[in-house]
Structures are given as structure tokens and as C-alpha cells.
């Protein structure tokens, strides 16, 4: 059996670096013939695994959710199907928290050459592709602003410290949104399409019920507040993580599309993903099997 392993020697501060030796050891000893590869810049591994999935008989990866989302990415585009393990380095990794695999990179590392499979959704945005959440607006622009040293140096408080600086000026996005029959035309200032039971860290900001292989999304649009009684409001939702207001918009589907007049920019994973006026969303269905904890005991859901 052949693996190629590939990981990101930036994520999580290159910690990697410390369990390296024992982490390709478990490999090694789970008789599996290890190719390593290390990327070189944001993209390598969506090409990397591109042009070499059908020479190996499993792809494990470490790095950040971005790195997952690279050979993902490069795995559809081989139209090869061959399991993924994770072995999650980054600040967040909030993928790998829904998916239960281990903090610890031993650990996860473990789990990675084990045949715990999990048939996993995965998002079609506009022929790209995303894991677990696609997004736009307020903070979404943090994310792949803040400089990669700053996030392995502050990880969360990075995300917050950057955001803090932008409250006082507010941007919103006038967006037409169709799914399942139903047109919403509005002003956002967020929106998130999400596959994950945590998104930026925070458990439970997606909802209850949240299942990884549904084939649905789980999307949530916050409007522009007119006022600051309604930027309270909106705050107070967030901050309890319920629902209960005119001001967020909160559904599942297998499919969306959002038409602006302006360009909006959108991050996959958090990482760029180009300006949009016009932009589909498919939920593909099971696309990707991931080796995870989560296979043993089927769907994930959060109550």
C-alpha cells in the first residue's frame, strides 16, 4: 500500500516538525510505503495530488483546514477516489473537530492509517471547491489578511484583535439569494455556507442537528443593522449562539446561488476564493471519504 504524505511545514507554528520522525514511524508500521511531500506555496498541494492520486492507494495530510482543502481540491480534479487522512496542524482546525480526530498530532496520526472511513459532503462553489465552509463579508477578509506568522502567534486572539479594528466601518453586500424556490433580496454583512459543527473555532455557531454527510448546508445570512439597537440584537444572537431573530437568516439546502451587482469577495476554507457577482453552491454528497474517529459511530450532530 502506497501513501503519499503531504503537510504544510508553516501550520500551527511548524510543530510538525517535533513528532515527524514517529508520525511517518506509524505509517512505516501500519506497512504502508510513504512518499513525503512538503508544499512549497498556497496551491502546491491542489497540483501535487492532482497529477499523483492514482499512483497511491491514500493521500494523508497535515496542515490547517486550507491544506485539507488543497487536496481535496486536487483529488476531485484527479477523479481519482482514494481515502484522505488528516492530521490537523492548524490554529483552528475546525474541520478536524467535527470530524472528532485527535488534537494531538500522534494521535490524529494514528487514526490516519486506520480504515475508519467516512463518506463526507463536500461543496461545489462556482467549479471550485470547499470542505466544510465557504463565506463572505464582515471578518471573512481577517482571515486571509492576517499574516500566517500572526495567526500561529496569536491563533484566535489574531482573529479578533483584526476584526475589532474594521467594527467601526461596517460594509454590507446587496445580494439576490435563491434556494429551493424561495428569492431573498437584501443587505448582508455576513454570510457563511457551512458543513462543519464550528466554523473560526466557535462550536455551535451553525446550528443544532448538523450532519456532515446529509447532503445539505447548513447557511446563515446576518442583514445590515440600521441602527445600533439592531447591531445589539444581531450581537446578542451570535453571542448565544440561538436564532431567534428577523435579522438573521438561518436554512438548509443542497443548493444556493447569490447574484450582486458589485463584486464580493469570498474565502473557502479560509483561504481566498476570488470576487463574485454571480456564484452557485452545490452540496456534492458524500464526494470525499475522510479517515475519522466519526466513521465508527455514523453521522455527527450537535445538540
Not at 82 to 93: D, E, F, H, L, M
Not at 241 to 255: A, C, G, P, V
Request: overall charge negative; hydrophobic content about 40%; aromatic content about 8%.
Amino acid at each position: 500500500m502506497k501513501v503519499l504524505f503531504i503537510f504544510n511545514p508553516h501550520s500551527g507554528k511548524g510543530l510538525i516538525r517535533n513528532d515527524l520522525l514517529e508520525i511517518v514511524d506509524i505509517m512505516v508500521k501500519a506497512s504502508y510505503e510513504v512518499t513525503i511531500y512538503t508544499t512549497q506555496y498556497q496551491g502546491d498541494a491542489i497540483s501535487k495530488v492532482e497529477k499523483e492520486a492514482k499512483n497511491f492507494d491514500r493521500i494523508i495530510c497535515s496542515g490547517g483546514d486550507g491544506t485539507l482543502d488543497e487536496v481535496v481540491t486536487g483529488l476531485i480534479k484527479s477523479g481519482v477516489d482514494i481515502p484522505v487522512g488528516y492530521i490537523p496542524a492548524g490554529s483552528t482546525n475546525d474541520f478536524a473537530n467535527s470530524l472528532e480526530i485527535p488534537k494531538g498530532m500522534v494521535e490524529a496520526a494514528a487514526v490516519a492509517v486506520t480504515d475508519q472511513r467516512f463518506p463526507c459532503d463536500v461543496g461545489d462553489f462556482n467549479g471550485d471547491t470547499f470542505v466544510y465552509v465557504a463565506a463572505f463579508g464582515l471578518f471573512t477578509e481577517v482571515s486571509y489578511q492576517t499574516s500566517q506568522e500572526l495567526k500561529n502567534i496569536l491563533g484566535h486572539v489574531a482573529y479578533i484583535l483584526e476584526g475589532a479594528k474594521s467594527l467601526h466601518d461596517i460594509s454590507s453586500h446587496k445580494m439576490q439569494v435563491e434556494h429551493d424556490g424561495v428569492v431573498i433580496q437584501d443587505d448582508f454583512i455576513y454570510g457563511m455556507v457551512t458543513n462543519s459543527v464550528s466554523v473560526g473555532g466557535f462550536k455551535g455557531i451553525t446550528g443544532s442537528d448538523v450532519h456532515l454527510d446529509d447532503g445539505v448546508f447548513e447557511v446563515t445570512l446576518i442583514k445590515n443593522p440600521r441602527n445600533p439597537i439592531e447591531l445589539n440584537e444581531i450581537l446578542a444572537c451570535l453571542t448565544s449562539l440561538i436564532d431567534d431573530s428577523d435579522l438573521i437568516y438561518s436554512f438548509k439546502t443542497n443548493e444556493i446561488k447569490f447574484t450582486s451587482k458589485e463584486p464580493v469577495g469570498w474565502t473557502l476554507d479560509g483561504e481566498f476564493g476570488g470576487e463574485h457577482t454571480e456564484l452557485t453552491i452545490k452540496n456534492l454528497q458524500k464526494r470525499i471519504e475522510i479517515i475519522a474517529p466519526i466513521a465508527q459511530h455514523g453521522a455527527i450532530e450537535k445538540k
